[in-house]
């Protein structure tokens, strides 16, 4: 479900197909439900994969990091089974929304201790990634009854739907612009004194690129941003390494994989911070390497140039 | 010592602005982008220091935004926390 796009850094929802194609498995989720939406979208796949040029590049990315010692027909397979399992997340996102959260099983490992890191009204901040499913993530988190704050960023002419959207309803979370007044530090750091939840993406640079420490990732640095540690290390609010994965058709498990305490550092040097960057990026390579095909961060992380304005995918 | 001269003070100390004096730094000069040139990391820091040396708590953005504008702003918003 890629396109084309004019611009070579642009990355948004209309890079993963035109409307009527996103609306056309709208429909088939409506009238056959999430195993026919599948089952159109291993065609759909196929033909991206085996025509689309841009397909494999933006794939290629993480893949020639992940899988290096392949080529050739073993990185089409790659490919395809990666784009395969993306389509499948957005697929069960929309279902979410059109056929209601029932239609998934969501488990939560480290429910306990995420209760106490709320208990202790530091704010705390959800580290995740680009991958599995974080809109499953975020309703998982209804039960610590906290206002949920998002960093992200949507493009204007964005086709794609959110699972709330398709249902409906208010965006269960706030977002925070990472454009917006001082990128979005004040209204950050705002959430956290007042004990809400503040989550970000740590695998993506969504505002300046001085924000970013290089950290070794899939054996290459890797500049990846520091602002929510910087975050952490004001408030004292604790950073939890968090990430969902599909475990089955209509399961998803989301677990917390680390919990991070950012002492306090004073100044303006970024290189305090990139031992606690590091230890993200390790918690994150492991994923990728137990779940290689739920990992749908397309960008190039390893070029230091991701710094456009993109949604959280 | 004002609140201004303070100010100047632990900007410096505490973000370790380098080759720069408080003399140098202008009351109406803008903190952020051109001016001092802090950035938006900066800004976080920026709301520890005045909470750690005046103790005066910035909590949202809705206060942040017109007082982290210049020394004199900041200066003003720390006065009048401190005499409320």
């Keep these: 479900m890629l396109k084309q ?31 026919a939406a599948y089952l159109m979208l291993y065609f759909v796949v196929a033909w991206y994969v085996l025509f689309s040029p841009l397909a494999r ?43 209601g959260a029932e239609s998934f099983q969501v488990c939560l490992d480290g429910r306990e201790e995420l209760l106490e890191l709320c208990a202790e009204n530091r704010g705390m901040i959800l580290m995740t990634a680009h991958v599995g499913c974080w809109q499953l ?50 209204e950050m750091l705002g959430v956290l004194k007042q004990g809400q939840i503040l989550s970000v993406m740590g695998d993506r640079l969504l505002g300046s690129d ?104 | 010592m004002d609140i201004k001269q303070k100010l100047k003070q632990v900007l410096i100390e505490e973000l370790n602005l380098e080759d720069v004096t408080p003399e140098e730094i202008g009351d109406e000069e803008p903190l952020f982008g051109e001016g001092l040139g802090l950035d938006s990391l900066d800004a976080v820091e920026l709301v520890v220091v005045v909470q750690k040396h005046f103790g005066v708590e910035i909590k949202d953005m809705e206060e942040g935004r017109p007082a982290l504008q210049t020394i004199s702003t900041l200066a003003a918003f720390i006065e009048a926390k401190q005499q409320g």
């Design chain 1, 5 to 35: 796009s004019n611009d070579k850094n642009s990355w948004s929802s209309r890079s993963i197909g035109s409307g009527w194609q996103h609306r056309a498995f709208y429909l088939t989720i409506k009238l056959g439900g999430r195993k």
């Design chain 1, 57 to 99: 590049a933006r794939a290629g990315h993480y893949l020639a990091r992940r899988f290096p010692e392949s080529s050739g027909l073993q990185r089409l397979w790659h490919c395809y089974r990666l784009i395969l399992e993306f389509g499948k997340v957005l697929i069960d996102r929309a279902v979410v929304g059109i056929l």
């Design chain 1, 137 to 186: 993530a975020m309703s998982a988190l209804e039960f610590l009854q906290r206002p949920v704050n998002m960093l992200m960023r949507r493009e204007d002419g964005d086709i794609d739907r959110h699972y709330y959207e398709h249902a409906g309803i208010p965006c269960p979370y706030q977002v925070i612009d990472p454009t917006g007044y001082l990128g979005g530090t004040l």
């Design chain 1, 210 to 313: 001085k924000s970013s420490t290089p950290v070794d990732f899939l054996g290459e640095p890797a500049p990846l941003p520091f602002s929510a540690y910087k975050l952490a290390s004001a408030t004292g609010a604790p950073l939890v390494i968090f990430f969902t994965r599909k475990t089955g058709p209509d399961s998803y498990r989301v677990q917390l994989a680390k919990v991070l305490r950012v002492p306090q550092i004073k100044g303006r040097s970024t290189e305090h911070f990139a031992p606690y960057v590091q230890e993200f990026a390790v918690v994150l390579e492991e994923f990728s390497r137990q779940h290689p095909y739920q990992f749908y961060n397309f960008h190039n992380m390893w070029s230091g140039s991701q710094s456009e304005p993109a949604e959280q995918e």
